[in-house]
Nanobody, 120 residues
Framework: QVQLVESGGGLVQPGGSLRLSCAAS????????MGWYRQGPGKQRELVAT???????NYADSVKDRFTISRDVPKKTVYLQMNSLKPEDTAVYYC??????????????WGQGTQVTVSS
């Protein structure tokens, strides 16, 4: 059983900052990539940022230069530092992990989501 537990969401004013965390736990054999997706009101889920096991980062154009993804490998934790937040960043943010559980096939796992609201 794999769990992805997110934290750090909340309400922030435009121009503010938040830091999201996502910790993976369970019988994890290998993590290939972790990342963040978001789903705004009335919108489809979209990629925000990902980081591979090799440290390669990928960002959506809308968050480049404002968001930074990082990780703590021993803790199996990924972070998303969000700066200069805009109202259009309001969404539920989901953690995603591409990983292999011991003796099972590689698969994608999702966290429960954390709400980020940017409003004055």
């Amino acid at each position: 059983q794999v769990q992805l537990v997110e934290s750090g969401g909340g309400l922030v004013q435009p121009g503010g900052s938040l830091r999201l965390s996502c910790a993976a736990s369970g019988s994890i054999f290998s993590i290939y990539a972790m990342g963040w997706y978001r789903q705004g009101p009335g919108k489809q889920r979209e990629l925000v940022a990902t980081i591979t096991s090799g440290g390669i980062r990928n960002y959506a154009d809308s968050v480049k230069d404002r968001f930074t993804i990082s990780r703590d490998v021993p803790k199996k934790t990924v972070y998303l530092q969000m700066n200069s937040l805009k109202p259009e960043d309001t969404a539920v943010y989901y953690c995603n992990a591409d990983l292999r559980v011991s003796s099972m096939a590689r698969d994608a796992y999702w966290g429960q989501g954390t709400q980020v609201t940017v409003s004055s």
